[in-house]
């Protein structure tokens, strides 16, 4: 077999591969380039530089698998690639300590102004009165996002003597407490952090993160770091923050356009920046080469890979019951993760009806993703499911009855939380994602893949109206309604589909309203 290698890989990477395969080492092809070559490999690596597009894969007749060197997949055509079997792999944790350090050197460079005092003296200035520091000893580091660089940076901050405290809804409280990290709210990390430090994937949920409202709550003592994903902070609101001086100070390894262009974080005297180094330690880019051949080697040889990126294979003889399931399976992880209140702790997933009888692993593996959805870099598949969900310390329960009282097929996901459990169950009818129970409500909602808005109340006359009369002020339409209740005049369960998602402001007018105890909007 043969492996194109069509960007830099460290030569451990390579040594790997050639044990076993014929290895060409082919960079800065250009497009066309690439596509007139590939179709002669069973497998190509890439780093950020090649992009492996939709008409390179199909020009690549004998491609297996496509492995990229490092994070992020922005440049592999995914979906083509998924079309025509081809897995893609790439390697999420081999960077974790390199991030984790680089994380940690900021944050000091940031508290004892080295950059700046550097130029300074370099410059032939000697000026110390301009760089007086402050300790990490006693202060408080807020972590936003627990996952591997975020518990890598709490273990290390802790030999500063420094109090962690961290936002993560999706780790357990015992793992947090092993990591000798306080879990709180979000909110909170904003107001009690002296230093705030942003570990999380940049999704539409955490794009500008850390905005207007974020930065008027902290401290104006408060430092921030991002060396995770430009894009989750409003760069220009943190600028007038510091400038106005409401914010100490910040130090950025990324951007939300790379390289920056009229930025004014660059030439703010109390920002410091990095052109995005987190994962540039020699050690790590030994450790994305060797994780991505042995990943190639893997899927080569008929093994399955421990970060496949897209959809794992569902067997033939299962693919027309559970390929529909896979989506309720994401949707319901999601639904749940978005519903449910306080530290998530376990998981239970019921199978029943014709469903249960088959190998559920996809299903399960969907399940977590959906629920990690925004929270992890890692894409989660039927080989690490189980291993992503240990590592946080969430507990998976799986359940199964072959029969099924009201529908062919029921799926049903239930978080346990420090505040309570929130259940989600979900059916396929008519090729349709169906919606059927949101705890103790039954009811059934078709999903249009746009906004829900669920609000739970006391049932009674006019509430309909005066949330519909909320929404449409805000000009949001609602495509459709349903309602679910407990008993008349008890307690009640609508849930408004809508085109497009409603603001705060308008969420919390409908808290407002008499009787209405919850109002959640959720993203399908």
């Avoid at 460079?109 to 130029?119: E, S, V």
């Avoid at 006693?138 to 962690?164: C, D, H, P, W, Y």
């Avoid at 794992?312 to 519903?339: D, Y």
């Avoid at 420090?418 to 909602?445: C, F, K, Q």
Wanted: contains cysteine.
């Amino acid at each position: 077999m043969r492996i194109l290698v069509a960007d830099p890989l460290a030569e451990e990477g390579l040594e790997v591969l050639r044990k076993q395969v014929q290895v060409d080492v082919r960079t800065k092809m250009k497009p066309e380039e690439l596509i007139s070559v590939i179709g002669d490999y069973e497998a190509v690596i890439v780093r950020s530089e090649t992009k492996v597009t939709r008409e390179a894969i199909e020009a690549g007749k004998k491609l297996q698998v496509i492995a990229r060197a490092g994070v992020g997949i922005d440049n592999v055509d995914v979906e083509a690639a998924t079309r025509r079997g081809i897995v893609v792999v790439n390697a999420p944790t081999a960077n974790t300590m390199a991030a984790a350090e680089h994380t940690v050197a900021m944050m000091l460079a940031l508290a004892r102004h080295i950059p700046q005092a550097h130029a300074n003296l370099s410059g032939g200035a000697w000026m110390r009165q301009n760089f007086v520091g402050v300790e990490l000893r006693n202060k408080t580091l807020g972590i936003v996002g627990l996952g591997n660089v975020g518990s890598e940076v709490a273990r290390r901050v802790q030999g500063f003597r420094m109090k962690v405290v961290a936002y993560d809804p999706f780790v357990s409280l015992e793992y947090a407490q092993n990591l000798r990290v306080e879990l709180v709210s979000f909110d909170k990390v904003l107001t009690d952090a002296d230093f705030i430090t942003l570990h999380l994937p940049l999704t539409d949920q955490s794009r500008n993160l850390v905005g207007v409202r974020e930065l008027s709550m902290v401290k104006p003592t408060a430092r921030i770091i991002n060396c995770a994903r430009g894009g989750l902070i409003d760069e220009q609101a943190l600028s007038q923050a510091i400038d106005e001086g409401r914010v100490a100070g910040a130090a950025l390894d990324v951007f939300a356009q790379e390289p920056p262009k009229d930025n004014p974080l660059m030439k703010n005297p109390r920002v410091i920046v990095t052109p995005h180094l987190g994962a540039s330690t020699a050690e790590a880019q030994t450790s994305v080469a060797i994780d991505a051949a042995e990943q190639v080697l893997a899927v080569l040889s008929g093994q399955p890979a421990r970060y496949a990126v897209n959809a794992p294979l569902i067997p033939r003889e299962s693919l027309s019951l559970l390929s529909p399931f896979l989506k309720v399976a994401t949707s319901l992880g999601r639904m749940v993760a978005q519903l449910a209140e306080g530290q998530m702790g376990s998981i239970d997933i019921r199978y029943e009806g014709e469903i249960a009888k088959h190998d559920l692993t996809v299903l399960k593996a969907g399940v977590i993703g959906g629920l990690l959805e925004g929270m992890t870099e890692e894409r989660i598949n039927v080989v690490n499911a189980n291993m992503i969900a240990q590592k946080r310390g969430l507990r998976v329960a799986e359940y199964r009855d072959t029969s099924c009282e009201n529908y062919a097929s029921l799926m049903t996901v239930s978080a346990t939380t420090s505040a309570g459990t929130t259940t989600v169950a979900g059916t396929v009818l008519r090729g349709e994602m169906h919606i059927l129970r949101v705890n103790d409500y039954w009811l059934d909602v078709v999903p249009k893949g746009g906004y829900l808005l669920f609000s739970d109340h006391r049932d009674r006359p006019g509430i309909i109206g005066a949330v519909g009369m909320i929404t449409g002020n805000a000009d949001i339409n609602v495509s459709s309604m349903q309602l679910s209740r407990l008993k008349p005049r008890g307690q009640a369960l609508m849930v408004l589909e809508l085109d497009e998602p409603l603001r705060d402001e308008h969420v919390k007018q409908i808290l407002s309203l008499p009787d209405i105890h919850t109002a959640k909007l959720v993203k399908v």
